[in-house]
DNA sequence: TATAGGCATACGACAACTCTCGC
DNA sequence: CCGAGAGTTGTCGTATGCCT
C-alpha cells in the first residue's frame, strides 16, 4: 500500500496502450512516480438502438466494449450507452462516428481529467493505492495535510539600451531561484553574489540541474505564462539546450498564443500574475498587476528600485551587481506571494478537484463547471455538451433581464441604514429550487413572479442541490472559522465564496454545458420581487427610501433609531424562507446622492457614505474611475469629504475655486492631469478613435507594444480642434503644456457640479468668480 | 477561448442646420 | 438672390469602467 500526496497527473501512449502517470510525494518527503494502465477512455452515446456501436472504428481506432447504462440527463431519466474505445485520441474521431447512431455526451473530457472524475481524486490531497512494482492496481482517495515544496524562479533579458520591445533575438543573462532554504543567482559576466557559468548556454543548462537537484512539486514564477518560460524555451530551442525540467525528462511545453500556457510534465507550473489578476484581481485596490504594486499590496513589501532601461549597458559595461540583487529579490517576492496566496489557491484546488496547474489557470466560469462536472459524476448526471457555434449564437441573442434599481432623489441624509440580502442569488436558487431539471415540472403547480413558469417543490434539482450543499457547507466553515480564527478555513470560505457567486453568471454564459435563460430569468424576477418587497415594506413602516440596488435598500432613519433599523431587520425576516435572509450592513450618519448629468434626475449607481468612524465609502463617482483627470478624483473626494463630515459649504466653495484657479494658472503639476486608460483592443481595431487611441498611437510610434489590456496615460494640451488631436503622453509632458481650461470644463466640473448643486451652488458661480479674481489682479 | 445585466459619462462620427461671403 | 464652405448644434453610436 503506497500512500502519497497526488501534483501532476499526465499520459502517454505506449505501444498501443495509454498509460497514466501520477506523479507526487510520500509522507517522508520522497518523490512517487507511479502508473495506471488499467484505465479505459470512453463516452457515451443516448440512443434508442446500439447497433453499430460495437463495431465503430477508424484507422488504428476501435471500440473495446460497450456497456448500457441508466443514466439522468438534465435530471432526467435516459437509457446511455458506455462506449469504450482503445486509445483516448480514438474519442474525437469515434465520436464522430457515432452521431449518425445517437447523441454523444462526455466526448470532449480530457483523459487525465477523467481519470481523476471517476476516481474521485483530488490533487494535493492524499491518495492511496495498491502497487505491484510502480504499476497501480487499485486507487482511492483520503485526507491529509501536505505542504508542497516549491521554488520561485526569474530571469532577466538583455535588453539594448533604445529598445524596449521583447526579443528573443537577445540573450538571457540571468536567472534566479528562489526557496526559503535554496537561493542562487545564475549568470555569465562576473557579479558579486551569483555563480557565473562560461556562457548563456552553460547557464541555461545549470538552470536546469538546479531546478532539478532541488526537485520541487511546484514552480512559480510571475507572469512566467507568458514571458519567463517561453523565453527560455526560446533561447534553448537556439542554443540547442533541452529545457528538460519534466520528471520524465520532457521538455517544458508552450500552448496558445494571445494566451499562453506552459506546462511540464510532474511539477505544478503556477503562473501567479495569472492566477492573482484573475482570482483576487476584482478585491484588490491597484490598478496595476506589476510585482512591485501586488506586493505592495498583498505583503505590505516593495522591491527596491532599479532602472531596468539600463539593464543593457549595464551589462555591456561589466556592471551587474545591483541587477543580481534585484533578480534574487524578485524570485523572494514571488515566493512570498506564492505563500500569502498558497491557502487559497489550495482550496480552490481541492473544491474544483483539477491539477494545480489547470486549477491556478481557471476562469470563473470553469471553476464552476468542473465543480459541477465533478458533482455530477457522482449524482449519476450525463454532462450535457458544450454548445456548438450556432447554439451559442442563438444564445447570445437571448437577453435575460437583470437586477432592479432604485432612482435616488438627490441630496444629503442623515442616518442612512444599509440591508442587504445575504447572498442573494445563490439563496434564491435554493430556496426555490431552481434548476434546469425542475422548470415547470408535470407534478406541480404555481407561477414566478413576472413569469408565466413555475419550479418543482418535490424533487431536489441538481443544480439547486449542489448549492445548497455549498451554502449549508460555507455556513458551518464560516462558524468554526469565528470561534477560531484559521486562515485555511478563511481561504475555504472565500473559496466557496467566489463559487457561489459565479454561479448565477454561469447560468447565462453562452459556453456553459448547464446554461438555462428560464433559471437566469427566474432568479433575476426573485430578485427583483424580493428587493422591492424591502421597500414596499420600509415605506409602510414609515421610513424614507433612499436607495436600492439589486439585493440592497437604504433607509433614511430620520427620527427612527437603530433599534428600529434592527425591528424592521427582524420584520423581513419573519417572511422569508430558508436559506434567505435580509441583513443590516451598517447604520452611516451621513450619505449623498446626486443628480444626472444636466437633468434633475437621481443617478443611480453613483453615491458617497460617511461611515461612523469618518471613512467615506464612495460609489460610482469620478473618484472610484481610473479614466478621470487625477485632479478631478482629488478634488472630488475632498469635496465629498467637506459635504458629509465638515458640513461645510463655505470650504466646499472655496475648495472647488482654488482648484479652478490652480488650472487656469497651470500651477498644477503634471501628475495631477493625467488620465489613464486601459486599451480593450489593439488600436487597429477602433471605429472611433478616442484620446486614449490617439495616446495609444503615440506609444506604438514609441515603438511600444500597445496590446489589449495595455494601460495608457495621457494629459491634454493646449490648443484647437479634437480632444485627440491634443493628447500627450504623460511620460512626455512637459510642465506648463496641458490646456487648464479643458480640465477645468471637461474634468473638474462635470465631477463636482452635481454634488455642489446638492448645496444649491451653481456651477458657474465658480468659475465666474475665479474669472472676476483673476480680472480683479489684472 | 469574456460568469451576468444595469448604468453614467465622454467623445467621435455624422447629419442637419445656420451663418457668412462672394457674385 | 443663390450656392459654397465654414462653423454650430444635435443625435446617435462607440468605448470605458464602474455597481451589485
Redesign the pocket.
Known amino acids: 500500500m503506497t500512500r502519497f500526496f497526488l501534483v501532476d497527473i499526465h499520459y502517454t501512449i505506449e505501444a498501443g496502450k495509454a498509460i497514466l502517470r501520477l506523479y507526487g510525494r510520500d509522507g517522508k518527503g520522497k518523490p512517487v512516480t507511479l502508473k495506471d494502465e488499467n484505465f479505459e477512455p470512453y463516452f457515451y452515446v443516448v440512443c434508442d438502438d446500439p447497433a453499430g456501436l460495437e463495431d465503430l472504428k477508424e484507422d488504428d481506432f476501435h471500440v473495446t466494449k460497450v456497456e448500457k447504462e441508466e443514466k439522468l440527463l438534465l435530471e432526467k431519466p435516459v437509457t446511455a450507452y458506455k462506449v469504450y474505445v482503445n486509445l483516448p485520441t480514438a474519442v474525437p474521431v469515434l465520436r464522430e462516428l457515432a452521431k449518425d447512431i445517437g447523441q454523444t455526451l462526455e466526448d470532449d473530457v480530457l483523459f487525465a481529467r477523467r481519470y481523476l472524475i471517476d476516481k474521485g481524486l483530488t490533487p494535493l490531497d492524499l491518495v492511496e493505492a495498491e502497487v505491484e512494482g510502480d504499476s497501480i492496481k487499485t486507487i482511492k482517495a483520503e485526507t491529509g495535510t501536505y505542504t508542497p515544496k516549491g521554488l520561485a524562479f526569474d530571469i532577466e533579458t538583455y535588453t539594448p539600451p533604445d529598445r524596449k520591445e521583447i526579443d528573443y533575438d537577445n540573450p538571457i543573462i540571468m536567472i534566479a531561484v528562489y526557496a526559503p532554504d535554496y537561493q542562487k543567482v545564475l549568470t555569465w559576466k562576473k557579479a558579486k553574489g551569483a555563480e557565473v557559468l562560461d556562457s548563456e548556454k552553460a547557464m541555461l543548462e545549470r538552470f536546469v540541474d538546479v531546478v532539478k537537484a532541488y526537485d520541487p512539486d511546484i514552480l512559480t514564477g510571475y507572469a512566467s505564462d507568458g514571458f519567463d518560460l517561453p523565453y527560455l524555451l526560446a533561447r534553448c530551442k537556439k542554443l540547442k539546450v533541452p529545457l528538460a525540467l519534466g520528471k520524465d525528462g520532457s521538455s517544458v511545453i508552450t500552448k ?4 499562453q500556457e506552459a506546462r511540464i510534465t510532474g511539477i505544478a507550473h503556477v503562473d501567479l500574475y495569472k492566477f492573482i489578476r484573475r482570482v483576487l484581481g ?1 478585491t484588490m485596490k491597484t ?1 496595476s498587476f506589476s510585482l512591485n504594486n501586488v506586493s505592495q499590496e498583498l505583503l505590505g513589501e516593495k522591491k527596491q528600485e532599479v532602472d531596468l532601461d539600463n539593464i543593457g549597458s549595464a551589462w555591456d559595461a561589466g556592471k551587474i551587481d545591483e541587477f543580481v540583487e534585484y533578480n534574487l529579490q524578485d524570485t523572494k517576492l514571488t515566493y512570498n506571494l506564492m505563500l500569502k496566496v498558497w491557502p487559497s489557491l489550495l482550496e480552490m484546488t481541492k473544491i474544483v478537484g483539477l491539477p494545480l496547474f489547470d486549477a491556478s489557470r481557471l ?4 471553476f ?1 463547471e468542473w465543480y459541477m462536472m465533478k458533482k455530477a459524476f457522482s449524482m449519476n448526471e450525463l454532462f450535457p455538451a458544450k454548445p456548438g457555434y450556432r447554439e451559442q449564437t442563438r444564445r447570445m441573442g ?8 432604485y ?1 435616488p432623489e438627490p441630496g444629503v441624509y442623515d442616518n442612512i441604514a444599509v440591508y ?1 440580502y445575504r447572498s ?1 442569488y445563490p439563496s434564491i436558487i435554493v430556496s426555490h429550487n431552481i434548476s434546469p431539471g425542475t422548470v415547470n415540472c408535470e407534478c406541480c403547480k404555481g407561477k414566478i413572479p413576472e413569469h408565466d413558469m413555475h419550479f418543482c417543490k418535490k424533487k431536489q434539482g441538481f443544480v439547486s442541490g449542489v448549492i445548497k450543499e455549498l451554502l449549508d457547507y460555507r455556513t458551518t466553515i464560516k462558524k468554526q472559522s469565528q470561534k477560531n480564527k484559521d486562515v485555511v478555513l478563511e481561504a475555504r470560505a472565500y473559496a466557496l465564496k467566489v463559487l457561489l ?6 447560468l ?4 456553459a454545458r448547464w446554461y438555462s435563460t428560464q433559471c ?1 430569468e427566474a432568479i ?1 424576477a426573485y430578485a427583483r420581487h424580493y428587493v422591492k418587497d424591502v421597500i414596499a415594506k420600509a415605506e409602510k413602516q414609515g421610513f424614507a427610501v433612499r436607495y436600492g ?4 435598500c437604504m433607509l433614511e432613519l430620520g427620527k427612527k433609531t437603530e433599534k428600529d433599523a434592527k425591528k424592521f431587520l427582524q420584520l423581513v425576516n419573519k417572511g422569508l424562507a430558508d436559506p434567505m435572509e435580509l441583513e443590516l450592513e451598517d447604520v452611516f450618519p451621513a450619505g449623498i446622492w ?1 443628480a ?3 437633468t434633475a ?6 453615491y458617497a457614505l460617511l461611515d461612523k468612524e469618518g471613512n467615506l465609502k ?3 463617482f ?1 473618484s ?4 478621470a483627470a487625477v485632479i478631478a478624483r482629488k478634488t472630488q473626494q475632498e469635496l465629498l469629504m467637506i459635504v458629509l463630515k465638515d458640513r461645510d459649504k463655505e470650504k466646499a466653495v472655496k475648495l472647488v475655486k482654488d482648484t479652478v484657479d490652480k488650472l487656469r494658472k497651470n500651477e498644477l503639476p503634471i501628475e495631477d492631469v493625467v488620465i ?6 489593439t488600436t487597429d ?10 495616446a495609444a498611437k503615440l506609444m506604438e510610434n514609441k515603438g511600444r507594444t500597445v496590446k489589449k489590456g495595455t ?1 495608457v496615460a495621457y494629459i ?1 494640451k493646449k490648443g484647437e480642434g ?4 491634443r493628447v500627450q503622453l504623460a511620460e512626455d509632458a512637459r510642465q506648463g503644456e496641458y490646456d487648464g481650461e ?1 480640465y477645468i470644463t ?2 473638474l466640473v ?2 463636482v457640479e ?1 454634488i455642489l448643486s446638492v448645496l444649491g451652488v451653481s456651477p458657474e458661480s465658480i468659475t465666474e468668480a475665479t474669472q472676476q479674481t483673476t480680472l480683479a489682479g489684472f
Do not use: C, W
Not at 398 to 405: M, W
Open positions: 496558445g498564443r494571445s494566451r476584482r490598478q476562469s470563473f466560469s470553469q464552476v437571448q437577453r435575460a433581464q437583470g437586477g432592479y434599481v432612482e442587504d442573494l457567486n459565479s454561479f448565477y453568471g454561469y447565462g454564459f453562452a459556453m437566469v433575476t440596488d439589486t439585493d440592497s446626486v444626472t448629468k444636466g434626475q437621481g443617478a443611480k449607481k453613483r464612495i460609489r460610482g469620478e472610484v474611475r481610473r479614466n489613464t486608460t486601459q486599451v480593450q483592443k481595431k477602433y471605429e472611433s478613435v478616442g484620446p486614449h487611441v490617439a494601460i491634454v479634437k480632444i485627440r488631436d479643458y471637461n474634468s462635470p465631477a452635481n
